[in-house]
């Protein structure tokens, strides 16, 4: 009965499944040709670039995911995105390499990632039609558990795919899944109330730049959202910070080579994974997700200061404090997107998510660039402090928001 009353959502992590693992093995076939075939660092520079960069503009997506309808998003998006992946694979094998075969590869590969960035927010603002409120925080970490196992798997299984085959034959598999997740988009039901919901005539005028408009009104307006939105930016640009230091903490503590950092990875990985699983059991209302924030970065926060603090003590000890940092941080990003969802209508979530994913993803490369020098002059330790205080002020500032909104 269960699976029965929740079909759709179960379908919809499917598509997302599947999407996914296409994605990988196509991003990382044509990062092998590049890097591989044609010897070429410029253009995995290039291609690493467009992959950042479209999620900084997502935002002019917006209209176009509230705007057409969702079945046919989804289907002509994964339609297109298994024509293209049939595309590379004509142009790799009659190309002969050089400069005009390296742009075409570039230019259906950013279409394919333009189309990937338009279906990851498209699903996202279907589930809370297919689901209660309660339950948001459920299926979020359901859907966080399975993204955590594809990561830790899809990379290595890729480039086994391609050392065992070729990169064209890893782009014909990677066409063939992208069309199973169009079988699976084709079988959702979205019903009429649902459909009155997501065409509401409240959130759209014709224009797609009135429509961009009311999205960014439409977010200024819920300041509930935009007091979590704007210093999340001031903690993604410490993460880039950190995450520079990551791999030099992790050869200087951890292991004297990769394994060092290849250990810390791990340790976040398997940290948030278990967080995902965590969250599925906490039935949180609007209010409480906003008080379970705070709280998870409390945690966060102080297990990330006990990895710097714990470092001559044991490795152990290091991976240990990692991990539960990590399964912290990933019941808080949860946590704020199930509040995302349950702010505001279907109709307009599409314009949302892609506003916050270009605020929040602009803040990260800014930390990059500003953790190279942290590390060269402070020391890759420092940016583990650094980062954990970030944490704890965030709680704090946190705390702050939900003690005077219940004054109030």
Known sequence: ??????????????????????????YMAVLWYFKETRHSPFMVAVLLTVTSGIDTVSFGLGPLIDRIPMKNLLNYSTIIQAAISAAV?????????GIGVDAV?????????????????????????????????HFNGMFQVTYGVLDLVLDGF??????????????????????????????????ALAKDVLESEEYFTGSYW??????????????????????????????????????YFGQ???????????????????GGIAGAFLVQHF??????????IAICFVGAGVFRLLVPLTAGLSVLLILLNSAVSSLWLTMMNTDFEALVQVSFSSAVLGRIETINDSILSVMIPLGTMAGGLVVDRLGAISTQYIYGVTLLLAAVYYLGVVRHKAKK
């Open 1 to 26: 009965m269960l699976c029965k009353k929740y079909a759709n959502v179960y379908k919809l992590l499917v598509g997302r499944v599947t999407t996914n693992i296409a994605d990988s093995l196509f």
């Open 89 to 97: 694979v004509g142009v790799l094998q009659l190309g002969q390499g």
């Open 210 to 247: 009135k429509d961009l408009r009311i999205g960014w009104q439409t977010l200024k307006d819920e300041k509930n959202i935009l007091e979590l939105i704007l210093p999340l930016c001031v903690v993604n640009f410490f993460y880039g910070i950190f995450d520079v230091g990551l791999p």
């Open 158 to 191: 890729a480039t086994f795919l391609i050392a065992t085959t070729s990169i064209s034959m890893t782009v014909v598999i990677s066409g063939v899944v992208f069309a199973l997740a169009l079988l699976t988009y084709g079988r959702l039901q979205i019903n």
């Open 252 to 270: 200087s503590y951890v292991h004297d080579s990769a394994i060092g950092y290849g250990g810390l990875l791990m340790a976040s990985s398997l």
């Open 105 to 137: 590869v570039l230019i259906l590969y950013t279409a394919s990632t333009v189309l990937s960035t338009i279906i990851y927010p498209a699903e996202t603002k279907l589930l809370p039609l297919f689901v209660a409120e309660k339950d948001m925080l």
């Open 283 to 292: 039935k949180l209302g609007k209010k409480s997700m906003e008080l379970f």
